[in-house]
């Protein structure tokens, strides 16, 4: 069994964009102050950075077709010197074309091997009905070319057990020891957001994703989790102080202890309301919305929540399932078709913004693990998992609203 180093977690640090080239000085100064900020990056790197990100967007496709069986997936990276490479991966360096400016891997497992072998243990939850205690996550990683299964100190062995019974091959998985276990981001103390009052005696906060439309209905995409269907929420006028009702949810979407599904939802606003088609900046200036491109692993990105504002990191895996546990350990839900970032997050911070520096919506915030405080908060080196936004906005025929 081998443990995953956690440097891979600050070690990718790069976002997608499409179409023309993207300036440093462009950026909205929000996302500009807290990529540098919570990445590392000089100005120099930042914009050395959005050269490598320009080339993922413009090759990504290409060298999947390319590569055909062959593709073992592509990812931008971050060298030891601080430069940042669009590195592609292969079953067959033969089959690798020579393309300007991207460098090529020779790789085990091609990225339909990997993508089945996760299958496996995906199916081997559905037989069950949950994951084992202890057994957090599992998801493909492309820079090990494998993938890695996310396990509690101690747990070892259940998820060895797991991974038996799903009839994975041993040589396809990795394990990485979690210091905490992810949980769902609604809180019940302090900060900036949305307020909900299910009537048990607390209030509970989470915060706003994007805003959208279906058809001359306004509301906004948020974490499922954050409310029941039908649920009146409030904005926060002041710290826990619930102010003037925004709307209610119109579809909310969040397993049960022992259920496995989606974590998404939206909120249906009153018509005395407007939303804007932007992202708080928290004091930094707000970042406008253009479209919602899906960035490649290893981009950069950022989210906006209510408890700690402007955090920052990369995209590590996507199609992550997670088996969240509540605060006594207790199994509370598992969720498929997630994105594992390296933004830390916190309670309350559930159903807010991942964005990136060209204002592309990624997703909104569905849990993690860890804290925005100490390295995790100033490197990029958190743990957190979004809900892609092109899935939420088709499951409920809603639109993305955008800046012209």
């Known amino acids: 069994m081998r443990k995953i180093s956690k440097s891979v977690l600050a070690a990718?640090?790069?976002?997608m964009v499409s179409g023309a080239a993207f300036a440093a000085d462009e950026l909205a100064p929000a996302l500009k102050t807290a990529m540098q900020r919570d990445l590392g990056l000089s100005g120099n790197q930042l914009a050395q950075y959005l050269k490598a990100e320009r080339l993922a967007a413009q090759q990504e496709k290409a060298l999947a077709k390319q590569l055909g069986r062959h593709y073992a997936g592509a990812w931008l990276e971050r060298k030891a010197d601080g430069s940042f490479a669009f590195v592609a991966a292969s079953t067959s360096i033969k089959a690798a074309k020579a393309t300007a400016g991207v460098e090529t891997r020779q790789a085990r497992h091609s990225l339909a091997a990997l993508d089945a072998a996760k299958g496996q243990l995906d199916s081997q939850l559905a037989r069950n009905g949950k994951a084992p205690k202890g057994v957090y996550s599992w998801a493909v990683d492309l820079p090990s070319n494998s993938v890695i299964v996310g396990v509690a100190p101690g747990a070892e062995d259940a998820a060895v057990d797991f991974v038996a019974r799903s009839g994975l091959d041993s040589n396809t998985v990795r394990f990485e020891t979690l210091a905490e276990a992810p949980q769902?981001?609604?809180?019940?103390?302090?900060?900036?957001?949305?307020?909900?009052?299910?009537?048990?005696g607390y209030?509970?906060?989470?915060?706003?994703?994007f805003s959208v439309t279906k058809g001359t209905t306004l509301g906004f995409a948020t974490a499922g989790h954050c409310g029941n269907t039908g649920e009146v929420v409030y904005n926060e006028d002041s710290q826990w102080t619930p102010g003037v009702r925004l709307g209610s949810f119109a579809a909310s979407s969040m397993p049960d202890d022992n259920e496995t599904g989606p974590d998404?939802?939206?909120?249906?606003?009153?018509?005395?309301?407007?939303l804007s088609a932007s992202v708080y900046g928290y004091g930094n200036g707000d970042v406008n919305v253009s479209g919602s491109t899906e960035a490649a692993v290893g981009a950069a990105l950022c989210r906006s929540g209510r408890t700690s504002s402007w955090r920052c990191g990369a995209i590590r895996s996507k199609n992550v399932t997670v088996s969240y546990v509540d605060d006594a350990g207790n199994p509370d839900g598992t969720v498929t078709g997630l994105t594992q970032t390296t933004a830390c997050s916190e309670g309350g911070d559930s159903g807010g913004s991942f964005i990136t520096?060209?204002?592309?919506?990624?997703?909104?915030?569905?849990?993690?693990?860890?804290?925005?405080?100490?390295?995790?908060?100033?490197?990029?080196?958190?743990n957190s998992y979004y809900s892609p936004i092109n899935p939420i906005l088709s499951a409920y025929s809603l639109t993305l609203k955008t800046t012209p």
């Open 203 to 209: 209030l509970y906060a989470c915060s706003v994703g």
């Open 357 to 382: 520096g060209a204002g592309q919506a990624q997703g909104v915030l569905s849990g993690g693990s860890g804290s925005c405080k100490g390295r995790q908060g100033r490197t990029g080196g958190g």
């Open 184 to 200: 769902r981001r609604t809180t019940i103390q302090g900060g900036r957001g949305y307020l909900r009052n299910p009537g048990d």
């Open 264 to 274: 998404r939802g939206w909120v249906q606003v009153d018509s005395t309301h407007t």
């Open 12 to 15: 990718t640090a790069v976002m």
